[in-house]
C-alpha cells in the first residue's frame, strides 16, 4: 500500500518517536511526539490523511506520555492507558471529547501503573501496591490483591487473568475473575513460561509442566521432565 508506506516517511511521524502501539478495532493508538505538542495520544487508520493528534493532554509543547512502556489495551471498543509517566488512568474513543481520565491511582495511596490487560468485561491494572480491577468507568476500580511485587507474565481467557507476580525472592501464581473474593494463589515457587490451550492455564516449574484450571485443587502436574 503506497499510502500506508509514505506515512511512515512524513515528517510528522517519522519525527514523532512513536511507541506504546495498541490496536483497538480498525485503529491504531500510539504515543507521538512533535515540538507542538509534546509526546501526546496519537490515531491512525495507516493511511497520511487518517492519522492525527487525538489530544493534547498536557497542553501546550510539555508532555503526557501516554501509553508509557507497556502500551494499552483494547477494552469495549476503547484504549485504556496510562498518562503522566504512568500515574494516571485513561481512556480513548479516538476523538478529543472521548478521551477522558478515568483513575487517578494517588486517590487510592498507589501509583506508577506498570500493566494494563483487558477481559471483556473487565480490565486489569497492575500498580507498585498490587492488582486492581476496572469497569473502564470514573470509580469503577476495585483493589483485587495488595503485593509489592512486579509482574512478570500474564495471559486471559476471557475475563479471568492469569498473572504471575515475583515478590520477595518467590514467584506466585495469581488468577482472578474482577473480584476480590475470586482472586486466589494457585501456585507459589518457581515459575517459568504461561499459556493458555483449550481453557487450562500451562506453565512450568523445575521438572515440572503444571496445568489449572483456576482452581487449587485442579492445579496439577501434568508433565514431568526428566533425562
Known sequence: ?????????????????????????????????????????????????????????EPGAESSNPLGYQGGAAFGGELLFSAYFREELWKSGGSEANTIPIWNPADSGTSEISGIWAGETVAYIFTNNGLWATTGEVGGQTHLLETEGFSLDQVMDGDQIYIVIYSSGESQLITSTGMPTSTIQLYDGQIDGLCMLDGLAYFASGDLVYQSDGTVPSTIPVVTLTG
Do not use: C, M
Not at 511512515?8 to 500510539?30: A, C, N, R, Y
Open 1 to 57: 500500500n503506497t499510502e500506508q508506506a509514505t506515512a511512515v516517511q512524513t515528517p510528522e511521524v517519522h519525527k514523532s518517536e512513536p511507541g506504546g502501539l495498541t490496536s483497538v478495532g480498525d485503529k491504531l493508538f500510539f504515543s507521538g511526539r512533535n515540538s507542538e505538542s509534546g509526546s501526546e495520544l496519537w490515531i491512525s487508520d495507516g493511511t497520511v490523511t487518517g492519522t492525527k493528534l487525538v489530544k493534547d493532554i
